[in-house]
């Protein structure tokens, strides 16, 4: 997956928008294994599901004063 620059000022920015995607999904969430689990489901048992959110955690840490 790429992102395409629609003028030549944006094209830094598209590379960085390119390289950040793929981290969060390849790096992070390990979405080249997903793929492959979801594909390999898809072509044996007729029915492949994919399912991703976006979950957002609050994380508070205590200090003694």
Partial sequence: MSFNRRNQRKDA???Q???????????????????????QDALLEKTGIFKAW???EEKVEETAA
Avoid at 17 to 39: P, R, S
Wanted: net charge negative.
């Fill in 54 to 56: 976006w979950q957002e």
């Fill in 13 to 15: 920015f598209c590379e």
């Fill in 17 to 39: 928008a390119t390289d950040y995607v793929h981290h969060c999904f390849v790096t992070d969430n390990k979405g080249d294994e997903q793929l492959y689990i979801a594909f």
